[in-house]
């Protein structure tokens, strides 16, 4: 498994971790509040941490995560980013429905890929996670590159 798989494995475990401290607190939200502040910090820490190294790859261009169409970390030179934000929500939404009807299951991943540019969208848990490039660049290849 190499570098960026690793972290998005991680980043799905931090995730699973929130989403049942969450749970729990609905129960019992005296004694659990702080243990879900806790995990809930760790998961979006973990996320900037991953945007901004995705951001310093070369090749790539800027990295972002969003949740529901909000900006949760954006790499350094990421400019537009209500624009970017705005373009992925609508994405994401068209492509679940076109999964929906084709029967695809849960998005794992949406590719959009201009003249000039491309968006590699991947969903890890509650968020998606957005990587810009040049058309020409080989995602896979530069992600499997640290930095």
């Known amino acids: 498994m190499h570098w960026f798989q690793t972290q998005l494995t991680e980043l799905s475990r931090l995730a699973d971790e929130y989403a049942i401290s969450q749970r729990q607190s609905s129960s019992n939200i005296i004694n659990v509040s ?3 502040r ?5 998961f979006i820490n973990a996320v900037q941490t991953l945007v901004d190294k995705v951001g310093k790859i070369k090749g790539i261009s800027a990295c972002a995560a969003y949740h529901d169409g909000l900006i949760l970390a954006q790499s350094a ?3 537009a980013i209500d ?6 929500q609508e ?12 029967g695809l299951g849960e998005l794992e ?6 003249a000039k540019n491309k968006v590699a969208m991947l969903s890890i ?10 058309k020409e660049i080989n995602l ?3 992600l499997n590159r640290k930095t």
């Open 77 to 79: 030179q990421l400019a």
């Open 125 to 134: 848990g509650p968020l998606m996670l957005c990587i810009s490039s040049p």
């Open 83 to 88: 624009a970017f934000g705005a373009t992925v």
């Open 91 to 102: 994405s994401a939404r068209a492509a679940q429905q076109g999964a929906a009807l084709l």
């Open 34 to 36: 702080e243990k879900m």
């Open 109 to 114: 991943q949406i590719v959009v890929v201009g």
């Open 38 to 42: 806790l995990k809930r910090a760790e």
């Open 140 to 142: 896979a290849s530069a």
